[in-house]
């Protein structure tokens, strides 16, 4: 029998990003989690072979019960929910929206942990829209959820500094391990009466969104700058990652680093470095709105990723060609 000094937390959570936070949860003395509810299992990549969720392949290994709703909000799974008598619903990149009539389940509160120092990045991609926006700082928010998106009252957040060469693949780890420490303190200090809620700022200048990210949207505009490319790349890697067209192929642009040098080349127009300074250090650019970006790892369709000078001894004919859509 849990003693009356454990919080009852149901917790809802899909992908790798809350796994820590479940994973902390599950091993800290004083909390119980007592259900957890998560996506549905889907086919997934080219087999198209059913995979569970990270979160649900977590909960199983603890023994904790499992429910996978379709909807949240049928009335099955809210029935289960309120069996579970949480003090707590813990939302962490769920997947789906909640009804009010969920959020008032919990005896004591329903908090979410978002990646992002919010108002700053409300929606669904916070990661991608803070390093793509050229930040230099982000974090986590734990909040009290209300039913707007992203609006509801703060409780705790902590930041870190988003590295020259972030990538969304390495902000996402730390910032899953940074929310749910966070996390954690949150519902400690909640239940004791350490924290208060406070509203969010409505300045709406500091207010920005961070819509779901579609796959097109990894298509580059060699217009824009070489450092606004590189960003894009860096914020949408490892997904929906970063493409643009050659001969009417598909070329995608895994990695690369923006040069603050002008040469003679339009925007989309690949150069070779031979015979210039740069070719120490790379050996193909191509040119942006400003100054020159150099793909370091690049990958046509139905080929292998390859490095630059690989690409290059693989692909004739590709310095001097246009790129673009």
């Given at each position: 029998?849990?003693?009356?000094?454990?919080?009852?937390?149901?917790?809802?959570?899909?992908?790798?990003?809350?796994?820590?936070?479940?994973?902390?949860?599950?091993?800290?003395?004083?909390?119980?989690?007592?259900?957890?509810?998560?996506?549905?299992?889907?086919?997934?990549?080219?087999?198209?072979?059913?995979?569970?969720?990270?979160?649900?392949?977590?909960?199983?290994?603890?023994?904790?019960?499992?429910?996978?709703?379709?909807?949240?909000?049928?009335?099955?799974?809210?029935?289960?929910?309120?069996?579970?008598?949480?003090?707590?619903?813990?939302?962490?990149?769920?997947?789906?929206?909640?009804?009010?009539?969920?959020?008032?389940?919990?005896?004591?509160?329903?908090?979410?942990?978002?990646?992002?120092?919010?108002?700053?990045?409300?929606?669904?991609?916070?990661?991608?829209?803070?390093?793509?926006?050229?930040d230099t700082y982000t974090g986590v928010t734990t909040m009290i959820m209300d039913?707007?998106?992203?609006?509801?009252?703060?409780?705790?957040?902590?930041?870190?500094?988003?590295?020259?060469?972030?990538?969304?693949?390495?902000?996402?780890?730390?910032?899953?391990?940074?929310?749910?420490?966070?996390?954690?303190?949150?519902?400690?200090?909640?239940?004791?009466?350490?924290?208060?809620?406070?509203?969010?700022?409505?300045?709406?200048?500091?207010?920005?969104?961070?819509?779901?990210?579609?796959?097109?949207?990894?298509?580059?505009?060699?217009?824009?700058?070489?450092?606004?490319?590189?960003?894009?790349?860096?914020?949408?890697?490892?997904?929906?990652?970063?493409?643009?067209?050659?001969?009417?192929?598909?070329?995608?642009?895994?990695?690369?680093?923006?040069?603050?040098?002008?040469?003679?080349?339009?925007?989309?127009?690949?150069?070779?470095?031979?015979?210039?300074?740069?070719?120490?250090i790379v050996p193909l650019v191509i040119g942006t709105g400003r100054h020159v970006?150099?793909?370091?790892?690049?990958?046509?369709?139905?080929?292998?990723?390859?490095?630059?000078?690989?690409?290059?001894?693989?692909?004739?004919?590709?310095?001097?060609?246009?790129?673009?859509?």
């Amino acid at each position: 029998m849990i003693a009356d000094t454990h919080s009852r937390i149901v917790f809802l959570g899909t992908p790798e990003f809350a796994v820590p936070s479940l994973d902390a949860l599950l091993h800290a003395p004083d909390m119980h989690v007592v259900g957890v509810v998560t996506q549905p299992d889907r086919p997934a990549g080219r087999g198209q072979a059913v995979r569970v969720s990270p979160v649900k392949a977590l909960a199983q290994q603890a023994g904790v019960p499992v429910i996978q709703p379709e909807k949240v909000r049928e009335e099955w799974a809210m029935a289960q929910i309120r069996e579970w008598a949480p003090d707590f619903l813990v939302v962490v990149a769920f997947g789906q929206i909640l009804r009010q009539e969920l959020l008032d389940v919990p005896r004591i509160a329903p908090i979410n942990v978002h990646a992002s120092l919010l108002p700053r990045w409300r929606g669904a991609a916070p990661i991608q829209a803070a390093i793509r926006a050229g930040d230099t700082y982000t974090g986590v928010t734990t909040m009290i959820m209300d039913a707007g998106l992203d609006t509801g009252p703060i409780l705790l957040q902590d930041s870190i500094p988003i590295a020259p060469q972030e990538t969304a693949e390495s902000l996402h780890d730390k910032l899953a391990v940074l929310g749910a420490n966070l996390l954690v303190h949150t519902l400690r200090w909640l239940r004791t009466g350490s924290i208060a809620p406070h509203p969010q700022p409505t300045d709406e200048s500091l207010i920005t969104y961070a819509p779901q990210l579609k796959k097109e949207d990894g298509l580059i505009d060699w217009t824009r700058s070489a450092t606004e490319i590189d960003r894009h790349v860096r914020a949408f890697t490892p997904w929906p990652g970063t493409y643009t067209f050659w001969n009417g192929q598909r070329l995608k642009i895994l990695a690369g680093r923006p040069l603050p040098v002008d040469l003679d080349v339009e925007p989309g127009e690949v150069a070779s470095t031979q015979g210039t300074e740069l070719a120490k250090i790379v050996p193909l650019v191509i040119g942006t709105g400003r100054h020159v970006y150099a793909p370091t790892q690049l990958q046509l369709a139905g080929r292998q990723a390859v490095g630059a000078a690989d690409f290059l001894n693989g692909v004739p004919g590709f310095v001097g060609s246009k790129l673009g859509s």
